[in-house]
């Protein structure tokens, strides 16, 4: 018996360009707009899945706990700032929280497109 594919959870769809999968067509979108103002000249040093460590890994309960991670969907250089960019359909608990500790623990603030 062949299992109907599980729609995803915020029904977005995988998208893969250029040898990249993508979690979005949004997301998608977004990198070929900043492919663009690379090739445009606008940014520079695009760098896509970058992780950021939130927090180092530990022992809890006897158990080694891996580092918290936020993983950014694009990180790339503007008027010489470094930016993070974050594509998002719906905003989460987990996101508001990683996005929260990105700016009092690293001090890195993230830019949302929806």
Known sequence: MIKPKKKSKYRNTKVEIDGFKFDSKAEAAR??????????????????????????????????????KYIADFVYDENGRAVICDVKGKITAVYRLKKHLMKTVLGLEINEIR
């Open 31 to 68: 990198y070929r707009e900043l492919l663009i103002m690379q090739k445009a000249g606008i940014i520079s040093n695009l760098e896509l899945q970058v992780p950021f460590i939130l927090a180092p890994s530990c022992v809890l309960d006897g158990r080694k706990k891996p580092p918290l």
